[in-house]
């Protein structure tokens, strides 16, 4: 393993309850069944792609107008949800509350590093969380057009770091992310929800166990 590359929602920070959050008020509000479950199906999934999902669910069609109206509102309350994110929202890296250490750590041994995000909102995150000086290149969601399970925002990542992907590990939380990493022939350690994933290589309970990989090529 040469390099890692992270998604970030749900991986580096727990910006996926923002996103249940801001799903869940507009699924309330159009009388939509919708919980955690469905929320998991959602991970990785653009905000257009997570709504089809959404309104599978209910007998009304949407036209496209009114579809893209309820992803901007989705959005702007994910939005205004993200102006109180501070670095209590990363996640936690060793176990021990010292949420930026995994990163610190694995920075500081020069392991080429990327973070690879369907999310559009990348950008702000990553700004208001402070952490853009660990990573070597961020794609997301404003750089493709194919989303996970597609492996394209992984494969552009591990060219921006001159690596092959067969030498590259992602980190994914989501089933999508887990299926675009494997689609694209990159080594996938699991957490969170995908810590049980089919045909991952590492399943991880924390960021912390990078470090123990790395140094310790697959
Ligand atoms: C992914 C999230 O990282 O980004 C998904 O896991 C989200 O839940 C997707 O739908 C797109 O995010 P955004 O911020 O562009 O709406
Ligand atoms: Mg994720």
Redesign the pocket.
């Known amino acids: 393993m040469n390099a890692i590359i992270f998604?970030?929602?749900?991986v580096l920070c727990h910006?996926?309850e923002y996103?249940y959050m801001a799903?869940k008020a507009i699924a309330d509000e159009l009388h939509i069944p919708f919980n955690r479950e469905v929320n998991n199906q959602?991970?990785?999934?653009?905000?257009m792609?997570?709504l089809e999902l959404i309104l599978r669910n209910s007998p009304v069609c949407y036209s496209e107008q009114e579809k893209f109206l309820l992803?901007e509102k989705?959005?702007n309350i994910?939005r205004e949800l993200l102006q109180n994110i501070t670095s209590k929202d990363l996640a936690d890296g060793d176990g021990l509350g010292l949420p930026i250490c995994a990163l610190e750590k694995l920075h500081a041994v020069h392991i080429p590093m990327a973070i690879g995000?369907?999310?559009?909102?990348?950008p702000l995150i990553v700004e208001k969380l402070g952490i853009g000086k660990f990573f070597d290149a961020i794609v997301?969601?404003n750089q493709i057009s194919h989303?996970?399970p597609d492996p394209e925002v992984f494969l552009l990542a591990a060219e921006k770091l001159h690596q092959k992907p067969s030498d590259c590990l992602v980190v994914e939380?989501?089933e999508a992310?887990v299926k675009a990493a494997l689609n694209g022939g990159f080594l996938v350690a699991g957490i969170g929800p995908a810590k049980d994933c089919p045909n991952i290589n590492y399943p991880l309970l924390s960021l912390s166990e990078l470090l123990a990989i790395e140094g310790h090529p697959a």
């Open positions: 998604d970030l929602d749900g910006t996926d996103h799903w959602l991970r990785g999934v653009s905000r792609e997570s992803a989705k959005n994910y995000s369907s999310s559009k909102n990348t997301d969601g989303s996970k939380d989501a992310g």
